[in-house]
């Protein structure tokens, strides 16, 4: 089992910077693969990051590509997002997952994930 929790969101302006943190509890996070998915109102779902359980591979959205880094600290058990030049498009929800078992290319599909936190708010002004 595996619990995530994720902080760092908040109120920010275009192209100010913000880094989330998920942090988990539970002996094998470090044998996870992790994303993170964002999902404004009305909206579904949508993929932002991946980073597999050792770290040396990292997906992006196109979307993001260049401005969001992921990232992860497994001492911590912790996965990271650093996001730079925030746009007011980036506003939603962010939710961290993780997955366990080998990085696939259905790592861009909610469905591939165990497990998720409860999200946080991220809210760019123009």
């Known amino acids: 089992q595996v619990q995530l929790v994720e902080s760092g969101g908040g109120l920010v302006q275009a192209g100010a910077s913000l880094r989330l943190s998920c942090a988990a509890s539970?002996?094998?996070?470090?044998?996870?693969?992790a994303g993170w998915f964002r999902q404004a109102p009305g909206k579904e779902r949508e993929f932002v990051a991946a980073?597999?359980?050792?770290?040396?591979?990292?997906y992006y959205a196109d979307s993001v590509k260049g401005r969001f880094t992921i990232s992860r600290d497994s001492a911590k058990k912790t996965v990271y997002l650093q996001m730079n030049s925030l746009k007011p498009e980036d506003t939603a929800v962010y939710y961290c997952?993780?997955?366990?078992?080998?990085?696939?290319?259905?790592?861009?599909?909610?469905?591939?994930?165990?497990?998720w936190g409860q999200g946080t708010q991220v809210t760019v002004s123009s």
């Open positions: 997952g993780a997955d366990l078992g080998p990085m696939t290319p259905r790592f861009r599909d909610p469905g591939m994930y165990d497990y």
């Open positions: 980073i597999n359980w050792s770290g040396d591979s990292t």
């Open positions: 539970g002996r094998t996070f470090s044998s996870y693969n």
